[in-house]
């Protein structure tokens, strides 16, 4: 109860301090040159009482990060983009006027409503950024997304929202059908781990893999979550 009362009187303040922390991370984000730079900055961002940590082991998306960066991509989809570290992270390795889109619950389910302001302004040069507030599953929010999208196709699906079993299952199927045929789908904790942490991530994972080409970004196939799969871009014979 202690821990809900301060968060909620956190989520009353931030709005207000929120234009000064706008400011200084437009500035920032105007010097960072290379992944290694964003992943520095976003690990020890909270400024303000303001931060967007990402939940990753730093390790991992940072190789991850410098695949992208390889490759710029130009139309992005995370889903599951809670605290927004990943999300940032993602953005800087885009292409500068990539569109990048991000889907998760609605207000109350997910994240304060004020982080939608911040997430915006991840943007850099002539990046556009989208976010959808629904549930990802309600097939009214995939052709929301693909009308969003205007007839282009993904180049990264990152799949990171309901982590149960069935839930991750439907985001593949359903958002997979956006993804060029040399786009990349990626997936979050594909290591397994405690229920309340990986869901049935990993169970999905393993099933998926046996019939696709990829690619898993693992520090240690003991560390209990985490790890990111990849299905890479299919290539042309």
């Given amino acids: 109860m202690l821990y809900e009362l301060e968060s909620a009187l956190k989520n009353l303040v931030r709005p207000l301090l929120l234009p000064v922390v706008l400011q200084r991370l437009r500035a920032r984000i105007r010097t960072l040159?290379?992944?290694?730079d964003a992943i520095h900055y976003a690990f020890g961002s909270?400024?303000?009482?303001v931060h967007f940590t990402p939940v990753q082991i730093r390790e991992e998306i940072g190789e991850f990060l410098k695949m992208l960066a390889r490759r710029p991509p130009s139309t992005v989809l995370e889903i599951g983009t809670e605290n927004g570290g990943t999300f940032f992270l993602l953005a800087r390795v885009s292409a500068s006027d990539a569109f990048i889109l991000s889907l998760d619950l609605p207000r109350g389910q997910s994240y304060a409503g004020w982080r939608e302001n911040l997430y915006?302004?991840?943007?850099?040069?002539?990046?556009?950024?989208?976010?959808?507030?629904?549930?990802?599953?309600?097939?009214?929010?995939?052709?929301?997304?693909?009308?969003?999208?205007?007839?282009?196709?993904?180049?990264?699906?990152?799949?990171?929202?309901?982590?149960?079993y069935d839930?991750?299952?439907?985001?593949?199927?359903?958002?997979?059908?956006?993804?060029?045929?040399?786009?990349?789908?990626?997936?979050?904790?594909?290591?397994?781990?405690?229920?309340?942490?990986?869901?049935?991530?990993?169970?999905?994972w393993r099933e998926l893999k046996q019939t696709r080409r990829h690619l898993e970004i693992v520090k240690d196939w003991k560390q209990g979550g985490w790890g990111i799969g990849i299905l890479p871009p299919v290539i042309a014979a």
């Fill in 120 to 164: 915006r302004n991840f943007a850099s040069d002539r990046q556009q950024i989208e976010i959808f507030r629904a549930d990802s599953h309600n097939p009214s929010t995939l052709e929301k997304v693909r009308g969003s999208l205007g007839g282009r196709r993904l180049d990264l699906l990152f799949i990171d929202g309901d982590h149960s």
């Fill in 33 to 36: 040159r290379t992944p290694e």
């Fill in 46 to 49: 909270n400024y303000l009482s």
């Fill in 167 to 204: 839930g991750v299952k439907k985001d593949f199927e359903m958002y997979s059908t956006l993804v060029a045929p040399d786009g990349m789908i990626a997936f979050h904790d594909i290591v397994d781990g405690p229920e309340s942490a990986v869901g049935g991530v990993p169970k999905f």
